[in-house]
C-alpha cells in the first residue's frame, strides 16, 4: 500500500480578499514582487490619538459626515499590475508536416513574438504620514510590476513597495509627495464588541465609498485560514472587493483597523468583515521601514489548540493555553526544558487564550528577550524562561488541522507495523517508532478527529507503543473512555482526542 507523504482535511471558508477585482485573483501568500526593491527607512513619524472622554452619539443630530468627510481624503485608491504569463504562440510551418511541402520558406517570416499577459487588481490604502507613506493589504500588491496610487483629488502617484508581510498581510508604500492629508492612528486595542466604526475605500473601483456598523468581535482568529498571525476586528460594516487595504475608523476619525477581508458564500458583503487592528498594523509598518523586513521572536514549537476535550485529556479543568505538540531541536523553547505534551498557559504573567494568542504575542517580542511561561505538565505547574530566538522565515507553520471532534471510539481505525520500507514512503527518519495507520473508515470518529491514512500513532493516553500488541494494550479497557493520541504526520507531531462511542 502507497500511503501519502502530507495530507491535511481543510475545512473551506471562502474568504474574499476585498481588493482582487478585474482580474479575479486569489490571495497570494508568498511575497514575489517583480521589478520592486526592498528598502530600509528611518521609522514613519505618524500622528498618533491622545485619550479622550467617550464621544456622545447626540451630537451627530444630522449623521456621521462631520467624522467621515474630514477622513475621506485620507484614504487612496491603488490599481496594481501584474506579469502572470509570457508564451510564444506556435508555428504551424515548423511542424514537419509542413516543412516537407514548404521547407523552410515560411518558417522565420511566421516566427511569431512572445507575448505578455497582465492581471490587474484594484484596492484601497491609508495614508499614515504626510511625507507619502501608505498602508494597505499585501494581497493587494503581491507580485505586482507596477503600483498606481489615485487620490481623491484626481491625482495619480507611482508607488514604491517599501516592503510587505505576507503572514500577516500588511504593506508599505511610498509615493513621491508632500503634505498629505492623513488619518490619525487610534488604538485598537480599547475597542469593544459594539463601539460604533465605519469602513472607507473603493469597492469594484465604483469610487470612494463609506459604510458603517459596529464592531462585531474582537481578537477573531480563524485557523490560519486568512492569514499566519490572525487578531483580527470584526466588523458588519460593509467591506466588498476593492476595499481591502482601506479604512477602518471610530467616531473620532481615528483609524483603528486596516481592511482586508470578508466571509461569503457569495463573494458579496454578508456582514462578516475583517479588518487588521492598527496597533499590529502600526508595529508591522515600523519594522518594515526600519529593517526592511519583520524580524519576529521564535519559541521553535509547534502548538495546538487546547479544547475542553484536549484539556480533559490532559487533567486540566478547562481548556485554553496552548499545547506544544511538537518540540524543534536545538531551539529556544527546547533548550530551555520545553516538553512536547506541555500546556502553555500564561506568557509573561498575562494568560494564554489559544494558540493564536501565543503565536501572535511571541511574534511581537523582539529576539533575544526573555519570555516568562507558565506551564502545565503532568498535572503540575512550573515557571520556565525561554530566550527568544529570530524567527526563521522557513519556520514550520503551526496547526491545527486535526481537531474535528467525533463521538465514536477507534473503530473504523486499521494500524499496522512501522516497517523500513514504509518509514521510506512517508520519508520519516529511522528512527520513528509507532504504528501506522493504513485504513481509515471515512464515516467513524477517528476520521472527524483529523486521523488519516499515513498517521503514525506514537503514543495511546501517554503510553508509547512500537507495535501493534503495545497499540492494542495501550488501548484495552479505553472502549468508554476518550483516547488521547500521539501521531507523527510527516515528521511533525501533535496530539489528538477520539471520543468514545456513545
Do not use: C
Request: net charge negative; hydrophobic share 40%; glycine share 12%.
Amino acid at each position: 500500500m502507497n500511503y501519502p507523504r502530507k495530507s491535511f482535511p481543510y475545512w473551506t471558508l471562502v474568504v474574499i480578499g476585498a481588493a482582487l477585482v478585474f482580474g479575479g485573483l486569489v490571495r497570494a501568500g508568498v511575497l514575489h514582487l517583480a521589478g520592486l526593491q526592498i528598502h530600509a527607512a528611518p521609522a514613519v513619524t505618524v500622528q498618533e490619538a491622545q485619550s479622550a472622554p467617550p464621544v456622545s452619539l447626540a451630537g451627530f443630530k444630522n449623521g456621521f459626515a462631520s467624522v467621515i468627510d474630514p477622513a475621506l481624503p485620507a484614504v487612496v485608491n491603488i490599481s496594481s499590475t501584474k506579469v502572470v504569463k509570457e508564451k510564444q504562440m506556435p508555428n504551424m510551418f515548423d511542424d514537419p508536416f509542413f516543412r516537407q511541402f514548404f521547407g523552410n520558406q515560411f518558417g522565420q517570416q511566421q516566427q511569431q513574438q512572445p507575448q505578455t499577459e497582465h492581471e490587474y487588481s484594484l484596492g484601497s490604502g491609508v495614508i499614515v504620514n504626510p511625507e507619502g507613506y501608505v498602508l494597505t493589504n499585501n494581497h493587494v500588491v503581491s507580485g505586482a510590476s507596477d503600483v498606481e496610487v489615485y487620490t481623491q483629488n484626481h491625482k495619480e502617484y507611482k508607488a514604491k513597495v517599501i516592503g510587505t508581510d505576507p503572514r500577516t498581510d500588511i504593506a508599505v508604500l511610498k509615493i513621491e509627495a508632500t503634505g498629505l492629508p492623513t488619518l490619525t492612528l487610534g488604538d485598537s486595542a480599547k475597542l469593544k464588541v459594539g463601539d460604533l466604526v465605519f469602513a472607507i475605500g473603493d469597492p469594484f473601483g465604483i469610487g470612494e465609498t463609506a459604510t458603517m456598523g459596529i464592531v462585531s468581535a474582537t481578537q477573531r482568529a480563524l485557523g490560519g485560514q486568512i492569514e499566519h498571525y490572525e487578531d483580527f476586528i470584526q466588523t458588519d460594516a460593509a467591506i466588498n472587493p476593492g476595499n481591502s487595504g482601506g479604512a477602518l475608523i471610530d467616531v473620532r476619525g481615528d483609524l483603528i483597523g486596516i481592511n482586508t477581508a470578508i466571509l461569503s458564500g457569495g463573494g458579496g458583503n454578508q456582514g462578516i468583515g475583517f479588518a487588521i487592528p492598527i496597533d499590529l498594523a502600526h508595529h508591522i509598518m515600523d519594522q518594515i521601514v526600519e529593517h526592511g523586513k519583520v524580524i519576529r521572536g521564535y519559541l521553535g514549537i509547534t502548538i495546538q489548540q487546547v479544547s475542553p476535550e484536549m484539556a480533559k485529556a490532559f487533567g486540566l479543568s478547562q481548556g485554553g493555553g496552548a499545547l506544544v505538540g511538537d518540540v524543534t531541536s536545538d531551539g529556544p523553547a527546547a533548550k530551555a526544558g520545553i516538553q512536547r505534551g506541555d500546556i502553555i498557559l500564561q506568557l509573561n504573567g498575562t494568560p494564554v487564550t489559544s494558540q493564536d494568542d501565543l503565536s501572535l504575542r511571541v511574534s511581537e517580542m523582539a529576539p533575544g528577550s526573555v519570555a516568562h511561561l507558565q506551564v502545565y505538565r503532568n498535572g503540575h505547574t512550573q515557571e520556565i524562561d525561554v530566550t527568544l530566538g529570530t524567527f526563521p522565515e522557513n519556520a514550520q507553520t503551526a496547526q491545527n488541522n486535526n481537531e474535528n471532534q467525533g463521538a465514536a471510539g477507534l473503530k473504523g481505525l486499521q494500524v499496522q507495523n512501522l516497517t523500513a520500507d514504509i518509514r521510506q514512503q512517508l520519508n520519516l527518519p529511522a528512527t520513528t517508532s509507532g504504528v501506522v495507520v493504513n485504513q481509515v473508515d471515512p464515516d467513524s470518529a477517528a476520521a472527524q478527529a483529523g486521523i488519516q491514512q499515513g498517521d503514525v500513532i506514537q503514543e495511546v493516553n501517554h503510553k508509547p507503543v512500537h507495535n501493534v500488541d503495545e497499540y492494542q494494550a495501550a488501548l484495552a479497557g479505553t472502549a468508554n473512555q476518550p483516547v488521547l493520541l500521539l501521531i507523527d504526520r510527516g515528521g511533525t507531531t501533535l496530539f489528538v482526542v477520539v471520543e468514545p462511542q456513545q
